[in-house]
């Protein structure tokens, strides 16, 4: 039992969930004050849809991968045949199904205006499906597809709590897109059987000096905590995601870029005035760390 799960643990890339949650987070903080009591209860069920269509997600990427990952001897365990293909496939496209569906159901049920939610869950699901499609045709399709998967999460957050999206939290979305970019260009490859992209540090440090945009979008920025949060992004973890990248530990230099996303939220957040949420942020990225050591989400 235990081993069945950790095969389902790495077919999901559940170690990286975290790191979706803390998008929920971002667009969610940056759009309302979320010490009020229905926000919480909208922020859970929107984190619970996110998780569903995440994990559904990865699981169809693994059905749908298993001859090239064969071919390109992955250890992943659909792969290895530790986890059934058709059985990946099914319950992947479930989950997305249900994730997207509850969403939609909620939004439609408890909001006068749901129509930019709608549209952003049903945006997430389309681009989850396309990348699924489109990933090994065109490694530029890989990169958009994955991006534009991570934009509409802090966006679906904002508009599940507000009627609009500030502007605020389309330059995060825009910083997550392209630090997701630089994540994606950092593991394409990382099995072998593609062409390697060495534009994964640029991608990062795109997506932290995205801090000084969105600083100048809020009435208050908060210089000290950008100067901070470049020193912590464009100083520390890029350069180790680097090391690793130049030492041939490509899958830890991705799982370490993964586990940047919620540092990079953390200090678009600290810009914004919200200490408590970029501390919650820096707390997932410390759990992504080390729930991949069960299994890496890579």
């Given at each position: 039992m235990v081993t069945s799960f950790r095969n389902w643990w790495l077919t999901f890339r559940a170690?990286?969930?975290?790191?979706?949650?803390?998008?929920?987070?971002?667009?969610?903080a940056?759009?309302?004050?979320?010490?009020?009591?229905?926000?919480?209860q909208m922020l859970s069920w929107?984190?619970?849809c996110i998780t569903l269509i995440y994990l559904g997600g990865m699981a169809i990427n693994d059905g749908g991968d298993v001859a090239f990952d064969r071919a390109c001897g992955s250890n992943r365990?659909?792969?290895r045949g530790k986890v059934g293909a058709k059985a990946a496939l099914i319950i992947g496209i479930a989950m997305l199904f249900t994730g997207w569906a509850a969403q939609l159901a909620v939004v439609v049920?408890?909001?006068d205006c749901w129509i930019h939610a709608g549209v952003s869950v049903s945006a997430l699901a389309v681009l989850v499906i396309l990348y699924q499609l489109l990933h090994r045709r065109s490694a530029t399709a890989a990169l958009?597809?994955?991006?534009?998967?991570?934009?509409?999460v802090p966006i679906l957050a904002a508009t599940v709590l507000h009627d609009t999206v500030p502007a605020v939290v389309w330059w995060a979305a825009a910083a997550v897109a392209c630090w997701t970019l630089g994540i994606t260009a950092t593991g394409r490859g990382e099995q072998g059987g593609e062409q390697r992209l060495e534009t994964g540090s640029y991608w990062l440090s795109v997506a932290s000096l995205?801090?000084?945009?969105?600083?100048?979008?809020?009435p208050s920025p908060h210089w000290g905590a950008v100067g901070a949060g470049l020193v912590v992004l464009l100083a520390g973890w890029i350069p180790a995601v680097g090391r690793r990248c130049i030492m041939g530990r490509r899958s830890e230099a991705v799982c370490w870029a993964i586990a940047g996303l919620p540092v990079l939220d953390s200090a678009i957040l600290l810009s914004a005035?919200?200490?408590e949420w970029a501390a919650l942020c820096m707390v997932l990225a410390a759990i992504t760390l080390g729930a991949q050591r069960y299994g890496r989400g890579s």
């Open positions: 170690a990286n969930l975290p790191t979706a949650w803390s998008n929920v987070i971002l667009g969610a940056l759009s309302v004050d979320l010490w009020q009591a229905h926000d919480f929107t984190a619970l365990p659909v792969a049920c408890c909001k958009i597809m994955m991006a534009g998967c991570r934009f509409c995205g801090l000084f945009p969105i600083a100048l979008t809020l005035g919200h200490p």
